[in-house]
């Protein structure tokens, strides 16, 4: 079956730091893939998505990009601020399904 | 904006009862979801419903049902509920076109006694 690989946590920054989350995946194909985030007290919310091999999906500042080579889909941000502590999940969609995989989560602290 | 919203924020059950959680949302989606969420486990998807009357089994269905008898409200019952149904559930929804985002609601967390 597919699954999700992400790098355990917690990842603990400074401000202004670069950020790397790694997400690798085991599917058939080429499924699209999500990055969710999860603020304290909160559900989950999409962060960013990439349909197809080679996209590069961006939402406030955070990037990943689809490589097929390597599956993977790994989250950055040049810059985390205190603000974008949380959990962050990556998530496969299944073919054939409108159901989602979803990695273990990673959780960001951030201090100023 | 999409809107889904969960009866309950926090639950206090005792073993044994029968608990309701009732997930609502406002965008005339097809699809809604609902998942477990534990610590080092992630989400894990219990049951998830393509239409009215319409239900298919998640990854751990065992100890659930669910109920939806109407397109914009996704039941989800624990029929005798256990203490290691203690979690935090979530629901989502999504629209069926294909690009399947899903939106989710904030969460009940479920203490089973």
């Known amino acids: 079956g597919n699954s999700v690989t992400q790098m355990e946590g917690p990842v603990t920054l400074s401000e202004e730091a670069f950020l790397t989350i790694n997400c690798t995946y085991t599917?058939?194909?080429?499924?699209?893939l999500f990055w969710y985030v999860q603020y304290p007290g909160e559900g989950l919310q999409l962060l960013l998505k990439a349909t197809k091999a080679d996209d590069k999906g961006s939402n406030k500042g955070f990037e990943a990009t689809y490589r097929k080579e390597t599956t993977s889909f790994h989250l950055e941000k040049g810059s985390v601020q205190v603000s974008d502590s949380a959990v962050y999940f990556c998530a496969l969609l299944n073919s054939g399904y409108s159901t989602l995989t979803f990695g273990k989560g990673t959780m960001l602290l951030v201090s100023p | 904006d999409v809107k889904v919203t969960q009866s309950s924020r926090y639950l206090v059950k005792r073993t044994g009862e029968k608990v309701f959680l009732e997930c609502v949302q406002d965008?005339?989606?097809?699809?809604m979801f609902w998942y477990r969420q534990d610590p080092g486990l992630g989400l894990r998807l219990i049951y998830f419903?393509?239409?009215?009357?319409?239900?298919e089994k998640g990854d751990i269905p065992e100890g659930y049902s669910v109920s939806r008898e109407k397109k914009e409200r996704f039941s989800l019952i624990l029929e005798s509920a256990s203490t290691n149904q203690t979690s935090m559930y979530l629901c989502?929804?999504?629209?069926?076109?294909?690009?399947?985002?899903?939106?989710f609601g904030p969460g009940t967390r479920l203490l089973v006694l």
């Open positions: 419903s393509y239409d009215v009357k319409m239900k």
């Open positions: 965008m005339d989606h097809e699809n």
């Open positions: 599917a058939t194909g080429y499924p699209s």
């Open positions: 989502a929804s999504s629209l069926g076109d294909g690009r399947e985002t899903q939106y």
